[in-house]
Structures are given as structure tokens and as C-alpha cells.
């Protein structure tokens, strides 16, 4: 995991949701990112790492809902646009998302989330856009596979999200959204 933080850091490459210790965790773990004047933060959380143990000093952000609130409300003091969540979860290989995914799913959004990204079950789940009183929101449960040695149906595909954000009068909305479909 050190390592892998150290390659990705050389490459200047943006990242958060793994790091070295709760030092390098608590200096960037709300990720910004600002272009054309629209500011988002990224957190990034996980169910697990497929049985692989995480030593200390090694900090890595779980499903946690404590941890989520803490992060949410300290991001939603940060003057942002929106607030992007990417989240590894899920069963593998199920077309549907969980009830524990739908739960969390509202949980992240009741807490400020505008936009969640999921990925784990390997296969394309749905992604849905609300627009009510509870204000504008993006989910995809999952976009299947990108890059990956699992090449038979219907873990041969995925998808790329494309969100265009827009800011008109101090209000940043989502002003385009959809998928490019991919194949391994």
C-alpha cells in the first residue's frame, strides 16, 4: 500500500481514500479539485480490500457512517460546488444494487453528497439522477469493469460516467450527465 501511494505520488497522479498514516490522512483526505470556476471535493470509502490485512500506520477509509458524517460535514464547510463520494461496495456480479447500497446511497445524500460513484460487483448497475425538493443528485451503483482479466458476459463491459457541472449565478447544477459503455 506504501508503495502503491509513493508510485501513484510521483506521478503527481490525485488520489485520496488510502493513506500512509492518520497524519497524511487527515492533511488530504477531502480531495479539491476547482477548473472553470466550479469547486468539487472527492472522498473515497470502501467495504473492504478483498481480505488484504491494513497494518499500521496505514490508514484507509471504510464504510463507516461515523467517519462519513465527520467527513461530509467537514467537506460541507469547505465553500465547495458539489461534493463527489466514489465507493467501493456491493455483491459481485449482481445487476442490482443492494439494499445496503441503496441505504447508503440516501445516507451519503442526507449528508451532503451530490454525486456517488460505485464499483465493485463487476457488472453494470443502474445509475439514476434526482431533481426535487431534496435537491439535485447523481448515482451510479456501479460501472462495471474498466480494465480487468474477467472477459466473459456480463463481466466484460462497464462504463465511463460523464458528468458536465455548470455554474450560472453563483448556482453550480449538473448540466449534462450520462455513460460511454466500455469493453475489456
Known amino acids: 500500500i506504501l508503495r502503491t501511494i509513493d508510485v501513484i505520488d510521483s506521478l503527481a497522479i490525485f488520489q485520496t481514500g488510502t493513506f500512509k498514516d492518520s497524519l497524511d490522512r487527515a492533511s488530504r483526505n477531502l480531495l479539491k479539485l476547482e477548473k472553470n470556476g466550479v469547486s468539487i471535493g472527492i472522498l473515497n470509502y470502501t467495504y473492504g480490500l478483498n481480505g488484504m490485512p ?17 467527513d461530509l460535514r467537514k467537506a460541507l ?5 458539489k461534493v463527489i463520494v466514489f465507493v467501493h461496495w456491493g455483491k459481485e456480479y449482481q445487476h442490482e444494487p443492494s439494499k445496503e447500497q441503496r441505504s447508503l446511497a440516501a445516507f451519503f445524500f442526507e449528508e451532503g453528497a451530490d454525486i456517488i460513484i460505485g464499483s465493485h460487483p463487476h457488472v453494470l448497475q443502474p445509475m439514476e439522477y434526482f431533481n426535487d425538493e431534496k435537491g439535485e443528485r447523481f448515482v451510479a451503483y456501479s460501472m462495471g469493469n474498466f480494465v480487468s482479466n474477467q472477459r466473459t458476459f456480463p463481466r466484460d463491459g462497464g462504463a465511463m460516467v460523464e458528468i458536465t457541472l455548470s455554474k450560472e449565478n453563483g448556482t453550480t447544477s449538473i448540466s449534462d450527465k450520462g455513460y460511454h459503455l466500455t469493453w475489456v
Open 77 to 81: 464547510t469547505q465553500q465547495l460546488d
Open 54 to 70: 491494513v497494518n499500521a500506520p496505514v490508514n484507509v477509509n471504510l464504510l463507516d457512517t461515523i467517519l462519513i458524517k465527520s
